[in-house]
Structure formats: structure tokens, C-alpha cells
């Protein structure tokens, strides 16, 4: 029995910890009043890409009877994944988790994460086009190293779980080692990820959830998608915790 493990997890429950965003002792990861204040945002977003839309246009979608609102961007150039989650906009103090789970090792925010992506994905897709299996974006081998972990992988796993499906870490592996995207314009970003990515098996007929913490610009999921659709993926719907909502 891996003792240690079960403790940790019994700890959480019964201990209340700080909640990441004011700081006050809760006995959930964000505190009821972060969670009203900065989580509940209802906003209409292309269901493409998750961008923010100021207002409808309307399509109709894969599957009958569901309606897909698509931004200006996604009509003129489609990308080549389908679909987008997202938990909200990437702006403070919402930045503070992302932040906190990718460079600070705060994991228990991507369980989090996950259990906010598995809600969602309730509330918007359809129950029989949930993805055959979930794989995080790959870090390059020496930003693995270097950070210890990939925090993208610490969403896929507790979320492929709650959705009732596998997770695979090693689907995918991130052949160079780019540039971080944050320093990048648009056009540079596609670029630099253009040709970054391999797979370790065919995905013939699946549909793939890509799990990544923040999304940008969307050139990093649109070449891992050019990926996966070039291997037979039928569908690739991308979860994503925050979006930046402009470039």
C-alpha cells in the first residue's frame, strides 16, 4: 500500500489550506469568495477557439441539434483542431493559478483545474463525443528537466479520470526545443512550433482532448492538431484552463 500518498490526499481533506488568491484558510483549493468573485465568469466564446466574441454568429455544428459560435478568425482560416474548452480569460488574478501551478509546483491546482474542465465539458459537449483519450502538450526533454514536471500533464491526468477516459503522456513528444511562445509574436509563434511535434503511435479514428494550462495566440495547439489529424485523428478538442483573450 503506498501509505504516503494516502495520507497527503487524507490531509487535504481534512486540513484547510491557503487559498492561492487572498490567502485566507479554506478547506477548498480557492476560497468561496475567490471562487464567486473571479470563477463564474459566463461569457460567449467561439467554440472553435475559445477567443471571447462580442457577438453571435452562429453555425451549426458537427452533431445534430448543437449550435457553434465561431470568431471572425476561425470563418476566414479554420485551424485544425475542432473545438475549444476554457475555464476563463488568462488576467489577474486568475494569472496568479496558472502561474502558481507551472512555476511554482502548487500541483493540487491542476487537479483543480481538471475538476473545472470535467464541469464544463458536462455543460457543453455532447455526451457521446467525449475524446477516446487525453493527452497533455509535451515539454522538450530539457524544459522537463529543467521544471521537473509538465504542468499540462497534471490537468490531463485527473481530467481524462473524471471524464472516464485514458490518459497518455507519451502519445505525444515534442521533437525541438522552441522558444517559449510568451516572448513570440503571432506569426513568430507558428512558426516556432510548426514542426515541433511527433507521435509514438497512429490515432486513426480517435478523437483526441489536448490538455495545455494557458492558450495564446493557438499556434502550439493548431500544429499539435496538424499533428494528430495528419496521423487519422478524427477530432481534436482542445482543454484548456485560461485564455488569453488578445494577443
Not at 461569457?43 to 475559445?50: E, I
Not at 524544459?143 to 509538465?150: D, Q, S, T, V
Request: charged share 25%; hydrophobic share 40%.
Amino acid at each position: 500500500m503506498r501509505l504516503a500518498p494516502r495520507l497527503s490526499q487524507l490531509a487535504h481533506f481534512a486540513l484547510p489550506n491557503r487559498c492561492p488568491l487572498c490567502g485566507n484558510l479554506s478547506r477548498t483549493t480557492l476560497c468561496v469568495c475567490c471562487d464567486a468573485a473571479y470563477c463564474n465568469e459566463a461569457r460567449l466564446r467561439c467554440t472553435v477557439c475559445a477567443m471571447p466574441l462580442a457577438h453571435r454568429r452562429r453555425m451549426r455544428g458537427p452533431t445534430m441539434g448543437s449550435t457553434r459560435y465561431r470568431c471572425e478568425a476561425c470563418i476566414e482560416t479554420p485551424p485544425a483542431f475542432d473545438a475549444t474548452l476554457a475555464l476563463a480569460d488568462y488576467r489577474a488574478p486568475l494569472d496568479l493559478l496558472a502561474r502558481g501551478l507551472k512555476f511554482r509546483a502548487r500541483l493540487a491546482l491542476g487537479e483543480e483545474f481538471a475538476r473545472r474542465l470535467a464541469l464544463a465539458a458536462q455543460d457543453n459537449l455532447d455526451p457521446h463525443a467525449r475524446p477516446d483519450i487525453v493527452v497533455p502538450v509535451p515539454l522538450s526533454r530539457e524544459r522537463l528537466i529543467e521544471r521537473g514536471y509538465n504542468q499540462a500533464w497534471e490537468i490531463a491526468r485527473p481530467l481524462a479520470r473524471r471524464l472516464g477516459t485514458q490518459a497518455d503522456a507519451t502519445l505525444v513528444r515534442r521533437t525541438l526545443h522552441t522558444a517559449p511562445q510568451s516572448k513570440l509574436d503571432r506569426e513568430a509563434r507558428r512558426r516556432n512550433v510548426g514542426r515541433a511535434f511527433a507521435l509514438a503511435r497512429p490515432v486513426a479514428g480517435q478523437h483526441v482532448g489536448v490538455v495545455d494550462d494557458v492558450m495564446t495566440s493557438g499556434a502550439t495547439l493548431d500544429a499539435l492538431a496538424h499533428t494528430l489529424k495528419a496521423a487519422g485523428a478524427r477530432r481534436v478538442t482542445n482543454f484548456v484552463a485560461l485564455r488569453t483573450p488578445k494577443d
